[in-house]
């Protein structure tokens, strides 16, 4: 298809749009996820060929189980990079027994709010916080807490505890097209990370499996974009000049 600029007398040609991988971003079950660096997925499934006797070519392919895998690579600045920002969902928290949830008492500062496993909790430096504390103040994150219950509802604190979300991940260039694809039912199995003396930069590793992919799609055009005005521009150059029947 030809876009022509009226007056500009320049014409251009294009049949597609393109992104880059400063044009997308990641929503994470809702939430936006600003220290993604790179998303990948892979599709596999069990195909069969089918033999007889007397010949050995396959008579047929016999088609069975489909699998969707993926990894993700994060930046870590100085915290998690994907657990802190899903702390304060309740969609993201994971039922635990009360003996089961962890905290790290190394970092909490008098009267800050820091967050440990992902909770934000306020304490003094160098004590204990029992499950006595966390019924008389409410405030450390675990509202659901009472004596009688067993089990606690609390962000994870380790990306496999995650509940399965699903991603959305949209594209807008600079010239205003846009395009987005998802990702459902995502569950996290394996989380790696690693630093030397060499490393300019940190990161996170992790793996994921899902049920289903729905492949990039296009949405359209950003209003009052360059390519908007440019489109508009040439249907009405291309109307004006359309012979009256």
């Keep these: 298809m030809a876009l022509s600029m009226a007056g500009s007398?320049?014409?251009?040609?294009?049949?597609?749009?393109?992104?880059?991988?400063?044009?997308?971003?990641?929503?994470?079950?809702?939430?936006?996820?600003?220290?993604?660096?790179?998303?990948?997925?892979?599709?596999?499934?069990?195909?069969?060929?089918?033999?007889?006797?007397?010949?050995?070519?396959?008579?047929?392919?016999?088609?069975?189980?489909?699998?969707?895998?993926?990894?993700?690579?994060?930046?870590?600045?100085?915290r998690d990079p994907l657990l802190y920002y899903m702390a304060n969902s309740s969609a993201m928290q994971v039922t635990l027994d009360q003996d089961q949830v962890r905290w790290d008492l190394t970092k909490v500062n008098a009267g800050e709010q820091i967050p440990l496993t992902g909770v934000l909790v306020a304490g003094t430096l160098g004590s204990d916080i029992t499950t006595d504390d966390v019924t008389a103040n409410p405030?450390?994150?675990?509202?659901?807490?009472?004596?009688?219950?067993?089990?606690?509802?609390?962000?994870?604190?380790?990306?496999?505890?995650?509940?399965?979300?699903?991603?959305?991940?949209?594209?807008?260039?600079?010239?205003?097209?846009?395009?987005?694809?998802?990702?459902?039912?995502?569950?996290?199995t394996d989380e790696g990370h690693g630093m030397s003396v060499d490393d300019v930069q940190l990161g996170k590793q992790m793996k994921w499996i899902g049920r289903y992919v729905f492949p990039w799609t296009y949405t359209g055009l950003t209003e009052n974009s360059y390519l908007s005005k440019l489109s508009a521009v040439t249907s009405t150059s291309t109307s004006s000049t359309s012979p009256t029947p």
Aim: net charge negative; charged share 20%; proline share 6%.
């Design 9 to 78: 007398g320049t014409t251009f040609s294009r049949s597609n749009h393109s992104f880059s991988g400063v044009d997308i971003k990641a929503v994470f079950g809702g939430i936006p996820i600003g220290t993604l660096q790179a998303l990948s997925y892979a599709i596999t499934r069990e195909k069969a060929p089918i033999y007889t006797m007397g010949d050995p070519d396959p008579r047929a392919f016999s088609r069975g189980k489909r699998a969707i895998a993926g990894s993700m690579v994060f930046i870590l600045f100085d």
């Design 139 to 188: 405030t450390l994150g675990f509202e659901t807490y009472t004596d009688n219950a067993d089990q606690l509802a609390v962000p994870a604190f380790y990306s496999d505890q995650v509940p399965p979300f699903d991603i959305d991940v949209f594209a807008a260039n600079e010239y205003g097209a846009k395009a987005e694809m998802k990702i459902i039912h995502v569950e996290l």
